[in-house]
């Protein structure tokens, strides 16, 4: 239960950083963009992008990865993390 809610809050808290950083981005440019899931992923680590990719395409199905994965991957980093730990908050929370 606890590692549960640990984990939910550190997804919330990525959720934030994304939202700062994004703001940040607007204030330096003068252009307001939500950064997606899949341009932060590949900016930290591409290999492990690009694998999923190869391992989801090749050993279970194409479709999974287009339109699936890959429609999740384009929606707001920000939204989409802080949306899967508010998630875990709610399945973990003490009772």
Do not use: C, K
Request: proline share 3%; charged share 15%.
């Amino acid at each position: 239960m606890l590692f549960g809610r640990l984990i939910g809050w550190v997804f919330v808290l990525a959720g934030a950083i994304i939202a700062i950083r994004d703001a940040v981005l607007w204030h330096e440019s003068g252009i307001f963009r939500f950064s997606s899931g899949g341009e932060i992923w590949f900016q930290v680590h591409r290999d492990s992008l690009n694998l999923l990719q190869a391992v989801v395409q090749r050993y279970l199905s194409p479709v999974i990865w287009d339109p699936g994965l890959q429609t999740v991957l384009l929606w707001p980093a920000m939204a989409t993390l802080a949306g899967i730990g508010l998630i875990l908050l709610i399945l973990f929370r003490r009772r």
